[in-house]
């Protein structure tokens, strides 16, 4: 037997008026099953109140403590599609971070989403948290590189994410370089170690305003190395740590622009790493 489903982005229902008015709005269209997006619901251990609202049929909710976009519907309305039971449970509230020394991975996952980032960063965030950011260890462990060497020019360790961003000569000349623009971000006792630059975990919790200026400063400058290495990889041009910094300060300067007024959104210009001067 077929079946009409529609999907839909609800972009929140957590309000009373914001659901009447999306559930009635629902009534309208002739499909047997909803797909609802983004319902905006927390974790709880009864979606009553909601199921009440859907009239036309039996409907199964979920919705989640760690991301406030998160939340998904299911509504019947056929008598054709019977629900003989159904278990909502909040979704697994922490992935494993491989090498998090300090700090809980929740945290992590919730400064991979947060709202100062570009999307475009979140992607670069999220990758690095995951260690799928494809490097050269990632792209060999496929059968997708030749060799799992770092390409920096006398290096030859192996190119994981943390060598990368941390450990690689290139990694440490540029964070000595940026130093004087990363020092005003810091809090009181913090200094730059792996953890802070990998996953945004200090020693200790960062105040909240202090964490939406210093975070992007971070991850702009991860972006600008990973451009610089890319620009090494596809056309063999070293790049200075003075280039890649003004990279960063640049992509910077978009956030001071706009990120505040309207987070998430937009895509900055991405400025050429200058290539490095004999």
Known sequence: MAFNITTINVRSIKTEIRAQSVLSFLERFNSDVFLLQECGLPFLSSYRKWEDK???????????????????????????????GSTVVDREPVCPVRGLAIGEPTTVWRNVAHPALLNQHRDLSWMVAHEILPVRVVM???????????????????????????????????WKEVGPLI?????????????????????????????????????CLKAALWSSRNLLVAKQVNTTPQAVAMVATEALGWYRRKGASTPGEGVPTTPKVPAATA
């Not at 009239?55 to 003989?84: E, M, Y």
């Not at 920096?152 to 943390?162: D, F, I, K, L, Y």
Request: glycine share 8%; charged share 20%.
């Open 54 to 84: 859907w009239q036309h049929g039996p409907s199964i909710w979920s919705g989640s403590n760690f991301n406030k976009n998160d939340g998904v519907a299911i509504l019947i309305k056929t008598p054709h599609v019977v629900v003989r």
């Open 140 to 174: 060999h462990s496929r059968g997708m590189a030749r060799t799992s060497a770092c390409p920096r020019p006398g290096c030859g360790q192996e190119e994981s994410v943390r060598h990368l961003l941390w450990e690689c000569r290139a990694a440490r000349d540029l």
């Open 183 to 219: 020092s005003p971000c810091l809090p009181a006792g913090e200094d730059l170690t792996p953890q802070l630059v990998l996953y945004g975990v200090g020693r200790r919790p960062i105040p909240p305003k202090a964490f939406t200026k210093l975070w992007p400063t971070l991850t």
